[in-house]
């Protein structure tokens, strides 16, 4: 399996990319991943033009996880299994997107498979990339029984 990360802009921190690096890396014992930066819209486009630059990057083929403060909540242990679910589906790539500022477009809601909400919270997005890497990496830390995630 294959993680794809589609998100907009660029982790511009240098404390929040180093993190996000961080936990990529780790992810990557367990899976192959990939990112794709997305370019922020100027003021004057809509998400409706955001949201056709992110689909454009999107493989019909592949499982589509949107995170979206509406989605589902999950602790990490359920993370967990639903990664172990989406493995014995023998899905090949998952590709997870975190949309713009102003959220994303109705048609990228509906391209999604799945939904998840990493907290109720409003973040940033380097914070959401941050935590994001993290409970991905927890969740194999998990399956694999690795102590990790005490």
């Known amino acids: 399996m294959k993680f794809r990360f589609i998100w907009i802009g660029k982790t511009k921190n240098e404390n929040w990319r180093a993190l996000q690096e961080e936990y990529l890396a780790r992810l990557s014992h367990f899976v192959k991943y ?5 370019r922020e819209s100027a003021g004057f486009e809509s998400k409706e033009i955001e949201g056709k630059r992110i689909l454009e990057k999107v493989n019909q083929s592949s499982f589509v996880c949107l995170l979206d403060v509406m989605g589902n909540v999950l602790s990490s242990h359920e993370l967990a299994k ?30 999604a498979d799945f939904s998840l909400s990493l907290s109720s919270f409003t973040l940033t997005h380097d914070c959401a990339r941050v935590i994001l890497a993290e409970q991905l ?5 998990i399956i694999k029984g690795f102590p990790y995630q005490k």
């Open 34 to 38: 990939e990112t794709t930066e997305i």
């Open 137 to 141: 990496y927890r969740a194999y830390t």
């Open 82 to 111: 639903e990664i172990e679910n989406w493995q014995n589906q023998g899905l090949k790539e998952i590709i997870f997107i975190i949309g713009g500022a102003e959220g994303v477009s109705s048609e990228v809601v509906e391209n």
